[in-house]
């Protein structure tokens, strides 16, 4: 046969082919049962173990991230405590030092509101007088008619007029549907009465006035 005969080269290349397909599946066989053996080892293994200790081995694997996940929430609210404390201290301060600004002015204005020494004495005066009726009654008519008939630019309501026999008491009010109404209204108001015939009557007189209110004391009599 020739060394180059085509045939014997056909031959050759497929009894290579068969042979190494040979090997490599005897070799697969052989590794297939010691890999299935070492598996069916390690299985028989787990579970031989007892049930607690399986148990155990997880809750310890567990617990690392539980304790993880729970420390950031301590910090948390440690934090939140640690800032909340200055914030009621000084709401706390606040408060005390509002009351005590309320008190000074509470304490102002009942100094304010306080009679001095001569509207006291007349206070005192018409406490102690009787009334005269007839010089009370026209004294009173008197005001309640200037405040109709008066060229004012916002006429005030009158409140309240007690005369007994030769002292007035005059209480004054804005009206209630007029906030314009201001102290500008209350010196047109006097501007106009000091020039009023019952008005010259009255020797001593003395005033209070705010925005809405106004009061008049006067007396026909200094002494």
């Given at each position: 046969?020739?060394?180059?005969?085509?045939?014997?080269?056909?031959?050759?290349?497929?009894?290579?082919?068969?042979?190494?397909?040979?090997?490599?599946?005897?070799?697969?066989?052989?590794?297939?049962?010691?890999?299935?053996?070492?598996?069916?080892?390690?299985?028989?293994?787990?579970?031989?173990?007892?049930?607690?200790?399986?148990?155990?081995?997880?809750?310890?694997?567990?617990?690392?991230?539980?304790?993880?996940?729970?420390?950031?929430?301590?910090?948390?609210?440690?934090?939140?405590?640690?800032?909340?404390?200055?914030?009621?201290?000084?709401?706390?301060?606040?408060?005390?030092?509002?009351?005590?600004?309320?008190?000074?002015?509470?304490?102002?204005?009942?100094?304010?509101?306080?009679?001095?020494?001569?509207?006291?004495?007349?206070?005192?005066?018409?406490?102690?007088?009787?009334?005269?009726?007839?010089?009370?009654?026209?004294?009173?008519?008197?005001?309640?008619?200037?405040?109709?008939?008066?060229?004012?630019?916002?006429?005030?309501?009158l409140v309240s007029a007690q005369c007994k026999s030769s002292v007035c008491?005059?209480?004054?009010?804005?009206?209630?549907?007029?906030?314009?109404?201001?102290?500008?209204?209350?010196?047109?108001?006097?501007?106009?009465?000091?020039?009023?015939?019952?008005?010259?009557?009255?020797?001593?007189?003395?005033?209070?006035?705010?925005?809405?209110?106004?009061?008049?004391?006067?007396?026909?009599?200094?002494?």
């Open positions: 046969m020739s060394k180059h005969n085509p045939f014997s080269l056909a031959l050759a290349f497929i009894t290579g082919v068969v042979l190494t397909w040979g090997y490599f599946t005897w070799s697969s066989d052989e590794a297939a049962p010691a890999a299935t053996t070492q598996t069916q080892v390690l299985e028989q293994e787990v579970k031989m173990l007892p049930t607690n200790t399986v148990a155990s081995e997880l809750e310890t694997v567990s617990k690392p991230q539980q304790v993880a996940d729970s420390t950031p929430t301590t910090e948390d609210r440690s934090a939140q405590t640690a800032d909340e404390q200055p914030l009621e201290k000084q709401l706390q301060q606040l408060k005390h030092e509002l009351a005590q600004q309320r008190a000074l002015v509470k304490r102002y204005q009942t100094q304010a509101q306080a009679p001095s020494d001569f509207e006291q004495a007349l206070l005192d005066k018409f406490e102690q007088q009787s009334r005269n009726e007839e010089w009370a009654y026209r004294t009173e008519t008197a005001m309640k008619d200037f405040l109709q008939t008066a060229d004012l630019s916002i006429s005030p309501e008491k005059f209480e004054l009010a804005a009206p209630k549907d007029n906030d314009d109404f201001t102290h500008t209204q209350w010196r047109e108001l006097n501007d106009q009465l000091v020039k009023q015939d019952f008005w010259q009557q009255f020797t001593v007189s003395t005033s209070k006035s705010s925005d809405r209110d106004f009061s008049l004391l006067l007396a026909t009599e200094s002494d």
